[in-house]
């Protein structure tokens, strides 16, 4: 992957990972080419590390549970005429060791040596945890 930087976002609203992916897909209307982009007002100064291997990590209800690849950085002009950075997501979420994040605005840096590690190949497809016990699990340090 070489010099990468990632995203760490809060998912608002969102009670899973499959719910979060159902926004995604059916309701959000943010869809390109097939392909779901995420809105942020801010676009990143680290443009080229992000899309040399990043990825947006998702903290939901408190907890890291996933992330998404970031595929491109688009330029999105709202109804208001104001730019803002689409951020185009591989579609299939990568589950990731459950890891407690404070409550943040917007999206923060997130360095690849402090971002929680994939689960393993065969805990993919594994029944995910509610996030409060992930969460809680996470809180006495059990991944």
Same mark, same amino acid.
């Given at each position: 992957?070489?010099?990468?930087?990632?995203?760490?976002?809060?998912?608002v609203?969102?009670?899973?990972?499959?719910?979060? =992916?159902?926004?995604?897909?059916?309701?959000?209307?943010?869809?390109?080419?097939?392909?779901?982009?995420?809105?942020?007002?801010?676009?990143?100064?680290?443009?080229?590390?992000?899309?040399?291997?990043?990825?947006? #990590?998702?903290?939901?209800?408190?907890?890291?549970?996933?992330?998404?690849?970031?595929?491109?950085?688009?330029?999105?002009?709202?109804?208001?005429?104001?730019?803002?950075?689409?951020?185009?997501?591989?579609?299939?979420?990568?589950?990731?060791?459950?890891?407690?994040?404070?409550?943040f605005?917007?999206?923060? #840096?997130?360095?690849?040596?402090?971002?929680?590690?994939? =689960?393993?190949?065969?805990?993919?497809?594994?029944?995910?945890?509610p996030?409060? =016990?992930?969460?809680? =699990?996470?809180?006495?340090?059990?991944?």
């Amino acid at each position: 992957m070489g010099n990468h930087v990632n995203l760490v976002k809060l998912s608002v609203g969102t009670e899973s990972i499959e719910n979060m =992916l159902d926004w995604q897909r059916v309701r959000s209307q943010q869809v390109r080419d097939g392909q779901y982009y995420h809105v942020t007002r801010m676009w990143p100064k680290r443009e080229d590390e992000l899309l040399n291997g990043g990825s947006i #990590y998702w903290v939901i209800k408190g907890v890291i549970l996933c992330r998404q690849p970031i595929m491109a950085l688009r330029e999105i002009i709202g109804q208001d005429g104001v730019r803002r950075c689409g951020l185009v997501l591989a579609p299939d979420v990568i589950r990731v060791a459950a890891t407690p994040k404070k409550a943040f605005q917007g999206w923060r #840096y997130l360095s690849p040596a402090d971002a929680p590690p994939d =689960l393993a190949e065969g805990r993919q497809a594994e029944e995910p945890l509610p996030p409060e =016990l992930s969460k809680a =699990l996470a809180d006495i340090g059990v991944r």
